[in-house]
T-cell receptor, first 113, second 114 residues
Framework: SQKIEQNSEALNIQEGKTATLTCNYT??????LQWYRQDPGRGPVFLLL?????KEKRKERLKVTFDTTLKQSLFHITASQPADSATYLC????????????FGAGTRLFVKA | GAVVSQHPSWVICKSGTSVKIECRSL??????MFWYRQFPKQSLMLMAT?????????EQGVEKDKFLINHASLTLSTLTVTSAHPEDSSFYIC??????????FGPGTRLLVL
């Protein structure tokens, strides 16, 4: 069966440390993968997109890796801040004639001051 | 840029009534709009995809007669939950896309059916 899995448990880290979030998928062949941030009671906000032929993408303090062999993406936030506390969603996009986006359930990140 | 709004932000209604939710792209023309539903601590579940001027494509298990989608223009899509029941209570989120791959999400509408 098809699955997209993110750490279901919340991730608690100290301010200044690097947060690493994991996204694993099974029985999908994504054309690309996206990461979103979602705050409570709000819609997701797009952060980064990485294509199947890309290994790594960076944007300011954010870094995403994509390993199609392991079927895994890692999302890193360096020098984390309390304002980074939110739920982070992994979304993979398949080209099935049209592009379809499938979301993971998200990982809740808490950054303590 | 790329702002998407939703209205209302929350709504409480009685069982059996219909509720309309609007989704607007404010500063761009959306070729495609999507409607999602999200239950607490769960992922966004795609309900339907709509293109301006054509019928929406519904995901498996989503009743098209219950969740009516109208995409009348390149900046407006509406979702009407007909004869709402308590199990329809959820967080409804729309998104819009203009060429490219990125979806821009609205702030969501929380629906509570009593």
């Amino acid at each position: 069966s098809q699955k997209i899995e993110q750490n279901s448990e919340a991730l608690n880290i100290q301010e200044g440390k690097t947060a690493t979030l994991t996204c694993n998928y099974t029985n999908y062949s994504p054309a690309y993968l996206q990461w979103y941030r979602q705050d409570p009671g709000r819609g997701p906000v797009f952060l980064l997109l990485i294509r199947e032929n890309e290994k790594e993408k960076r944007k300011e303090r954010l870094k995403v890796t994509f390993d199609t062999t392991l079927k895994q993406s890692l999302f890193h936030i360096t020098a984390s801040q309390p304002a980074d506390s939110a739920t982070y969603l992994c979304a993979l996009v398949e080209d099935t004639g049209g592009f379809k986006t499938i979301f993971g359930a998200g990982t809740r990140l808490f950054v303590k001051a | 840029g790329a702002v998407v709004s939703q209205h209302p932000s929350w709504v409480i209604c009685k069982s059996g009534t219909s509720v309309k939710i609007e989704c607007r792209s404010l500063d761009f023309q959306a070729t495609t709009m999507f409607w999602y539903r999200q239950f607490p601590k769960q992922s966004l579940m795609l309900m339907a995809t709509s293109n301006e001027g054509s019928k929406a494509t519904y995901e498996q298990g989503v009743e098209k007669d219950k969740f009516l989608i109208n995409h009348a223009s390149l900046t407006l899509s509406t979702l009407t939950v007909t004869s709402a029941h308590p199990e329809d209570s959820s967080f409804y989120i729309c998104s819009a896309k203009f060429l490219g791959e990125t979806q821009y999400f609205g702030p969501g509408t929380r629906l509570l059916v009593l």
